[in-house]
């Protein structure tokens, strides 16, 4: 009977007593969980995130961004970082291609 009732806490929703500003910043990107997620990212091999990429529908990421907000700032992050770098890069193949690069 005592496990029957561990059971039925452990499936109550810890969030129903909650006021809703609570709830409302629980669900807020943490900027320390990012540094953490980030840092695991950083530690993974790139063959872990090639599968990592390959797991991820993206119906998966969507249902990931709702549990870990945090994900939304670094892909963000991430595409602003590359668009950055492909922009600094097109000079330098403008001026490699000589008079084509001004076309």
């Known amino acids: 009977m005592a496990e029957m009732e561990k059971m039925e806490g452990a499936s109550m929703n810890p969030l129903a007593n909650m006021p809703a500003e609570a709830r409302e910043n629980l669900m807020k990107a943490?900027?320390?969980?990012?540094?953490?997620?980030?840092?695991?990212?950083?530690?993974?091999?790139?063959?872990?995130?090639?599968?990592l990429d390959r797991a991820i529908t993206p119906e998966v990421a969507a249902v990931l961004m709702k549990l870990l907000p945090e994900l939304n700032t670094l892909i963000g992050e991430q595409a602003a970082k590359q668009a950055k770098e492909v922009k600094?890069?097109?000079?330098?193949?403008?001026?490699?291609?000589?008079?084509?690069?001004?076309?």
């Open 30 to 51: 943490s900027d320390s969980i990012a540094v953490v997620l980030m840092a695991r990212l950083n530690n993974m091999k790139p063959e872990e995130l090639v599968q």
């Open 88 to 103: 600094q890069q097109q000079p330098t193949m403008r001026r490699d291609m000589g008079a084509l690069g001004n076309m």
